[in-house]
């Protein structure tokens, strides 16, 4: 508050405001140290155990023969199709919202489920997609199953990050490009879309680093646990990254911890170079619009 | 924005209006346009069947079930044991479980976002606010099965060194370490709501003499109450929901306690625990999943739409 923080420090601070503060800044410390701890901790404990070996291993009885391609590979399978169904469903949906829906009724009705949505916990999409995808549709404990369930999950997130984009398109533009003759969906292809695009990548993004991350929903689906396979199709059965550790963490044995925390490592650093990207994406196409 | 150049069709389109018959415009590009308007609004409809697949499975599955156990004795029974030979099918240890890690998240959760909060909206300068907010907010972001692992290999041996009496699976961990996951929640939600308290009102604070605390926990806070009400329903809904922490450090014995030292069982992780053996579809022992999905989906239902109805206050309702 930038405002108040001229005239504040004229009044200088007294005791009670200081220990206040103080007390606010330990509040804000705790957290963000235990963050810095647990990632210390697992990067320590993971340490010896991430080698190549490790990454392109499929899993064994044995901790220390253990690898994770199989959970790799499914999880690539898992956030490709997440990212194929779920962006183009999000980013339409944004799109009548904000360029046709307008204040009419059905758009605020639209608005109010998808506000819902986003409050829905993981593990009833996970239900959902037990019982829609799995058993109803009969596709199977499969990748696509698991893909669908991700993509309804993390649909709320690419529709608020991209009307959040639609909107710092200006309406003179739009208004512009219709008096140049364009019609709605020119304008929209044309002027709102490239100029929302940093926007609508971000939101990307974020979606696919949620739906990396997210174990409960696939546990319920069905995906297994010990796999020494690939998938080859769509219609395969899957593990993925988060299962995987799930499956070391819930064993008795310390080695078994110890495949948990490289597993982590490895879920850990694919979504900072994700989150990383997004960033230097999005600054580089804001330059480029500007 | 000055050298923003005209796309190339738009102009073509509007050059070869004239010399094209009135009618092709007319039928052709307008229906184009009618089935891109169609195809988009059928993606916003995604959403409005998502609700409807999850209402309709959820309920299905749970009529299944309510045909063989009654709703007196999900109600009225005090025991857990679906997967047992003496079936009981009482959800209260299940609910006594996800109330007693969510009310320790709360407790983490509140203090620490609010204190957040009110250093981040009333003290800290510009710079240091767009730093700590976004950090709080990677706390929100790291994939809970990391918590999980966090709070079972590290959280726990710790406080056993403090209370040797703890066991290996426990409330009080999963329930703390869930705290922290959640207080960007509170934090960043009841920062907007401080910020939101217009200037005005400080300012006439502080010319009557209020020394700044005063102001604001007299004056700031009160008004921003109902975004902070919020926030802390949304966290809680998120805690109740919350599925991995649990599971893995709280344990999977139903037990009707409110002792936060010994194994738990939350509904979250009942789920998880049936969805990881082979339980054969269409049984009973299957059904129940569904039956403790619906609970928890209404339990943080009410809850959303609930902090929905407190945050249009806070931004339509002015400061009353």
């Not at chain 1, 046709?100 to 009419?104: A, I, L, P, T, V």
């Not at chain 2, 306690?257 to 936060?260: A, G």
């Given at each position: 508050m930038s405002t108040s923080s001229v005239d504040i420090k004229r009044r200088g601070r007294n005791l009670g405001e200081r220990a206040f503060i103080a007390l606010s800044l330990v509040a804000i410390a705790i957290p963000l140290l235990i963050l810095v701890g647990l990632v210390a901790n697992t990067l320590v404990d993971a340490l010896g155990r991430i080698d190549w070996d490790f990454l392109v291993g499929y899993p064994s009885r044995r901790a220390s023969a253990a690898g994770i391609f199989p959970a790799l590979i499914g999880s690539l399978w898992l956030i490709g199709l997440t990212a194929l169904i779920a962006l183009p469903l999000g980013v339409g949906a944004a799109l009548w919202l904000e360029e046709?829906?307008?204040?009419?009724r059905l758009a605020g009705f639209i608005e109010v489920n998808i506000a819902n949505l986003a409050g829905v916990p993981s593990i009833i999409y996970g239900l959902l997609g037990l019982g829609l995808f799995v058993r109803f549709l009969d596709l199977g404990r499969s990748v696509l199953a698991g893909a669908l369930t991700l993509s309804l999950l993390v649909m709320p997130i690419v529709i608020m990050a991209t009307r959040e984009a639609l909107r710092t398109v200006p309406g003179h533009l739009r208004e512009a490009a219709a008096a140049l003759g364009a019609t709605r969906w020119q304008v929209i292809r044309q002027v709102v879309l490239p100029m929302a695009l940093p926007g609508v990548l971000t939101g990307a993004i974020l979606a696919i680093s949620r739906a990396i991350g997210e174990t409960a929903p696939l546990i319920v689906v069905g995906a297994l646990t010990y796999m020494t396979f690939l998938p080859a199709d769509p219609g395969d059965p899957f593990t993925a990254l988060p299962i995987q550790i799930y499956n070391w963490v819930s064993r008795p044995q310390e080695a078994f911890l110890v495949n948990a925390a490289a597993g982590i490592m490895v879920l850990l650093v694919t979504m900072l170079t994700l989150n990383s990207v997004a960033v230097l994406l999005r600054n580089r196409l804001q330059r480029r619009t500007r | 924005m000055a050298d923003l150049t005209l796309p190339d069709p738009v102009t073509r389109h509007d050059t070869g209006h004239a010399s094209r018959p009135r009618h092709r415009t007319r039928s052709v590009t307008p229906l184009g346009e009618k089935l891109i308007e169609w195809t988009l609004l059928a993606c916003g409809l995604v959403s409005i069947f998502t609700t409807l697949g999850i209402l309709a499975v959820l309920l299905v599955e749970a009529v299944g079930f309510f045909d063989e156990v009654s709703l007196a004795d999900f109600f009225g029974d005090t025991q857990w044991t679906p997967?047992?030979?003496?079936k009981h099918f009482g959800i209260w240890p299940l609910i006594s479980g996800t109330f007693l890690t969510t009310a320790i998240a709360t407790l983490v959760a509140v203090p620490f976002g609010l204190l957040a909060a009110i250093y981040l909206s009333e003290f800290a300068p510009a710079r240091a606010r767009r730093i700590l907010k976004p950090a709080l907010e990677v706390l929100a972001g790291v994939p809970t099965i990391v918590y999980g692992y966090f709070a079972l290999v590290v959280v726990t041996p710790l406080l056993q060194q403090v209370?040797?009496?703890?066991?290996?699976?426990?409330a009080l961990s999963a329930g703390l370490v869930m705290g922290i996951m959640i207080i960007p929640m509170v934090s960043s939600l009841s920062e907007d709501a401080l910020h939101a308290v217009p200037m005005s009102l400080r300012e006439a604070s502080w010319g009557l003499g209020a020394a700044r605390l005063t102001t604001i926990f007299k004056v700031v806070l009160p008004a921003a109450m109902s975004g902070i009400v919020a926030s802390i329903i949304l966290a809680v809904s998120r805690a109740i929901g919350e599925t991995m922490i649990v599971a893995i450090a709280a344990g999977q014995q139903p037990r009707l306690?409110?002792?936060?030292s010994v194994p738990v069982e939350t509904m979250t992780s009942y789920i998880v625990q049936v969805s990881m053996g082979d339980t054969p579809t269409g049984t009973i022992e299957y059904r129940t999943i569904f039956a403790v999905g619906v609970t928890l989906f209404a339990m943080t239902l009410v809850m959303n739409v609930l902090s929905r109805r407190f945050v249009k206050r806070f931004r339509y309702g002015g400061t009353r």
């Open positions: 046709y829906g307008g204040k009419s | 997967l047992f030979a003496d209370f040797p009496g703890l066991a290996g699976f426990n306690t409110l002792d936060p």
